[in-house]
């Protein structure tokens, strides 16, 4: 079981940016899809973005052309760019891994680190 430590979150006035990172214990090179997910506050965990080890990314529409998600094999860790940052953005932030990138939804039954808060407030 490989382990996942985040880090890169902080505080940060809307439309600033933060990046995210996701490193991993162990090689991730054979895992296929890596994701990212957040919790706000009285909310549920949801997916924010997901990428396959070839490349493939996917978005939730709430973030789509502000974040983006990418990884380095070499470094073992993925990363989460976020730009535009919005208040409702705010949440404690995730990542976790799975086999196929649709799975990637399925947040019940998964292992989860500490995660990483980001805070967008002026």
């Known amino acids: 079981q490989v382990q996942l430590v985040e880090s890169g979150g902080g505080l940060v006035q809307p439309g600033g940016s933060l990046r995210l990172s996701c490193a991993a214990s162990?090689?991730?090179?054979?895992?296929?899809?890596m994701g990212w997910y957040r919790q706000a506050p009285g909310k549920q965990r949801e997916l924010v973005a997901g990428i396959t080890s070839g490349g493939s990314t996917n978005y939730a529409d709430s973030v789509k052309g502000r974040f983006t998600i990418s990884r380095d094999n070499a470094k073992n860790t993925v990363y989460l760019q976020m730009n535009s940052l919005k208040p409702e953005d705010t949440a404690v932030y995730y990542c976790n891994t799975d086999q196929f990138l649709r799975r990637l939804t399925v947040v019940s039954g998964r292992a989860w680190g500490q995660g990483t808060q980001v805070t967008v407030s002026s």
């Open positions: 162990r090689s991730i090179s054979s895992i296929n899809a």
